[in-house]
């Protein structure tokens, strides 16, 4: 048995280290934790902080406010890994990633209160496994801002730049989470904000910036990565899938030899116009999903919805939106200045979803003032006009080659029943980096079911699709997206 001085001692000694860690976990900036969030009751399933890094623009004139919400894994914040996750556009708020796909809440279309809608735990967050950063970027995207507009001209190569310091001073902000691994993740246009911002921290890495920042790798979700590919995925995938006949693919293919972004035939000109016409009318962000289009279909929502305008073909199904994340209307990409959503809305259609359920709830003065962001961010939308945004970081794939040669491991993952960045494109331009196949194509599951189709390559590069799900693949495949994504990080077999 302990003599009695002996166990005061220990007594003693436990509660000073516990006194420790409690400093050492709680080192994150005063004033950053959201307590509540209106719409939701309950208890938070682990810690939640949001609020602003304010970083120099090179020149040292103006500021950027970029904004993020940190959501504490719910499993083991202190070894799980650290991932920052970014929404595409460019110009949109990677809160669409938060609100609608692997966010920790979901909202209930059934429900409203006080005129808000209500939220629900997600089942499938992506915190369940990892500590996630939601980031709106570049500055004038989402509540991020500066007081100078003039810096609202940006580009690819910027944005790492800005992106990269926002993370150097966030680590400094949360030093508990230095040592975790951390992981690069993004979709759509972040096909090109993901490897960008990763040769960016590669560097930082390697010229001894401090704090060192742990970087293992990154994964792309049905992500623009290089013109021609991606310029040249949509006819295979629309026949592949049934959507044109053989002769109109065959047509198309003689006539455009095979080049369908950058020719000069009229007759493939004449091809691809039968292909837009048969196309016309469907969900490009997912083929299998209905097109909410009808105006007259706002009698069947709850009358509390029609109260802030809504109007669905549904009782609002709240996960499908208007503008969709995606890379403006379809790939590809071109370099230089690229038009943003509310250009192109002047000479196109709305393409299918709706996302003013999140506008209504982020526009709301009670969850702004709960979730930090401030006042002088102007109003939340989706995407953004605020901005000019050029392309300028060339085609991705030499980045792709460079990171794996630096030893990053990389997932590439596609939704195959989305039309904007086909899986076909992104399954071509894998296959193109010459790596040898060391696992091959073959089916993966997800609770006892073929969830999809995966290609491992040397220098750990591997290719995914899953099975059904349009271009937010954890929207449309949440659990098997978990599934997939804990996997991996874990360096688990898919």
Not at 79 to 96: A, M, R, T
């Amino acid at each position: 048995m302990a003599k009695p001085g002996l166990l005061c001692l220990v007594i003693i000694v436990f509660c000073m280290l516990c006194c420790f860690i409690n400093i050492n976990t709680e080192a994150a900036p005063q004033g950053s934790l959201v307590k509540s969030l209106p719409g939701f009751t309950g208890s938070f399933p682990s810690k939640h902080h949001a609020g602003y890094v304010t970083i120099d623009d090179e020149d040292n004139q103006t500021s950027k406010n970029l904004y993020y919400y940190f959501v504490v894994s719910e499993k083991n914040p202190s070894v799980d890994p650290v991932v920052l996750w970014l929404n595409g556009g460019p110009g949109c708020s990677s809160f669409d990633g938060f609100v609608y796909e692997h966010g920790p809440f979901n909202f209930d279309a059934a429900k409203q209160e006080g005129g808000l809608p209500t939220l629900q735990l997600n089942p499938h967050s992506w915190s369940k496994v990892s500590n996630m950063i939601y980031l709106d970027s570049p500055a004038g995207v989402g509540f991020s801002y500066s007081v100078d507009a003039s810096i609202y001209e940006t580009g690819d190569l910027q944005t790492a730049f800005d992106t990269h310091l926002f993370l150097l001073k966030w680590f400094e902000q949360f030093p508990e989470f230095v040592g975790n691994e951390f992981y690069i993740a993004g979709e759509s246009y972040a096909g090109v904000y993901v490897p960008t911002l990763a040769s960016d921290v590669d560097k930082g890495i390697k010229s001894g910036v401090k704090p060192v920042i742990n970087f293992k790798g990154y994964m792309v979700g049905n992500g623009v990565c290089d013109r021609s590919f991606d310029g040249n995925a949509l006819v295979p995938f629309a026949h592949g899938m049934g959507l044109i006949s053989d002769n109109l693919y065959k047509s198309a293919e003689v006539t455009c030899k095979g080049n369908y972004n950058n020719y000069n035939s009229k007759d493939c000109e004449l091809a691809l116009s039968k292909i837009e016409k048969a196309l016309h009318g469907l969900n490009i962000y997912d083929i299998l999903e209905p097109c909410y289009h009808n105006p007259s279909a706002s009698s069947q929502l709850p009358e509390s919805f029609k109260q802030l305008g809504m109007s669905n073909n549904k009782s609002l199904s709240v996960r499908k939106r208007m503008f969709g994340r995606a890379w403006p209307y379809r790939a590809p990409v071109k370099d230089g200045l690229i038009p943003l959503w509310p250009q192109l809305m002047e000479s196109v259609r709305v393409p299918c979803i709706d996302d003013r359920v999140a506008t209504v709830w982020l526009n709301n003065k009670q969850v702004r003032k709960a979730i930090h962001a401030d006042p002088d961010s102007g109003e939340w939308s989706l995407c953004t006009g605020n901005i000019r945004y050029y392309h300028n970081a060339g085609s991705m794939i030499s980045y792709h080659k460079n990171l794996t040669a630096s030893g990053y491991r990389v997932l590439i993952y596609s939704g195959d029943h989305d039309m904007c960045v086909p899986f076909t494109g992104t399954q071509a331009w894998t296959e193109s980096l010459g790596y040898e196949i060391v696992d091959e194509w073959r089916p993966w599951t997800s609770n006892s079911q073929v969830a999809g189709y995966i290609q491992g390559y040397a220098n750990d590069f591997t290719f995914l699709t899953i099975k059904g799900a349009g271009h937010t693949v954890p929207e449309y495949k949440p659990q098997e997206s978990l599934d997939f994504y804990s996997r991996w990080l874990k360096g688990q077999t898919i």
